[in-house]
């Protein structure tokens, strides 16, 4: 069963570097090529590294515990790839993007640690883990979305992070519960349900995050074109006041009615007065 999980990891990542990688060739613009630049890569370290996993590398026996420690490689090279890809999405400062990696880069490490590490010791090393783990989710919810939704304002820039941020967390988050209940933690999944878990997974926040990805950026650049349309129509709110106040635009403004009291009537300089009489 382990085996049949890896090859579907295989298959499904190194489709999905194909597909990117033909975008990248194929993309309209600057932006757009290096989205699919950077999935490109996630999906070809990840299809590279699960070929080693068909040949047998890449595995060994800590403790007791049979793991395949070269995931550990797949993720610490292809997650700062997809914080690379939220920030380009967000145009996200420096200083936000290098605490991400910072946090990231410390959360696969010691979740490493974790792995070779003999009881009970794995366990706090795998806490450590999560107290960094934490702080990405703390600065994707705080700093990242505030400057994304500075940087894309409006209701669809808003409704496109939350979805995406919603995703990204809800799929990161499965990763350390798949940890705890398999043979690195408490040992409830067997290694075939593990290999099961970490794979879906695998594909759905690299491959299938890639594509909300490109999805989003879609979104975001038809309300950007919108907003720099020069051709300016009165919003529709904007009539409806109008009709109901009972506005007409042929009607006479009283304003200049009023330097006229009797507008109907001819100006007596026109008309056949008194004065024009011989």
């Not at 490493?112 to 590490?117: D, Q």
């Not at 695998?202 to 909300?212: A, N």
Request: a positive charge.
């Amino acid at each position: 069963m382990t085996q049949f999980w890896i090859w579907i990891g295989f298959i499904s990542m190194t489709v999905g570097a194909v597909v990117f990688g033909m975008g990248a060739h194929r993309a309209r613009s600057e932006r757009w090529r290096r989205l699919f630049v950077l999935n490109f890569f996630i999906t070809a370290i990840a299809s590279v590294l699960y070929l080693a996993m068909l040949m047998g590398q890449g595995q060994g026996v800590f403790y007791g515990n049979q793991t395949f420690w070269v995931r550990y490689v797949t993720w610490f090279l292809s997650t700062p790839l997809l914080l690379l890809v939220l920030s380009h999405l967000a145009k996200n400062r420096v200083s936000t993007v290098g605490a991400l990696l910072g946090a990231n880069a410390a959360m696969i490490a010691t979740g490493f640690v974790a792995t070779i590490s003999p009881r009970p010791i794995n366990y706090v090393w795998y806490l450590v883990s999560c107290g960094f783990y934490v702080g990405v989710v703390f600065l994707l919810l705080g700093n990242y979305r505030m400057e994304a939704q500075q940087n894309n304002p409006g209701k669809v820039g808003k409704s496109a992070f939350s979805r995406l941020l919603t995703v990204h967390i809800v799929l990161w988050t499965a990763y350390p519960v798949v940890w705890i209940l398999a043979g690195t933690g408490l040992g409830v999944l067997t290694s075939g349900l593990e290999s099961m878990f970490y794979t879906l997974l695998d594909i759905t926040s690299k491959v299938g995050f890639g594509f909300l990805s490109l999805n989003t950026l879609q979104k975001l650049e038809t309300i950007s074109n919108y907003r720099e349309d020069p051709v300016y129509t009165e919003p529709a709110q904007t009539k409806s006041v109008y009709a109901e106040s009972g506005y007409r635009e042929d009607a006479v403004d009283p304003a200049s009615s009023a330097e006229r009291p009797y507008p109907d009537r001819p100006s007596p300089d026109k008309g056949p007065g008194i004065n024009n009489r011989r």
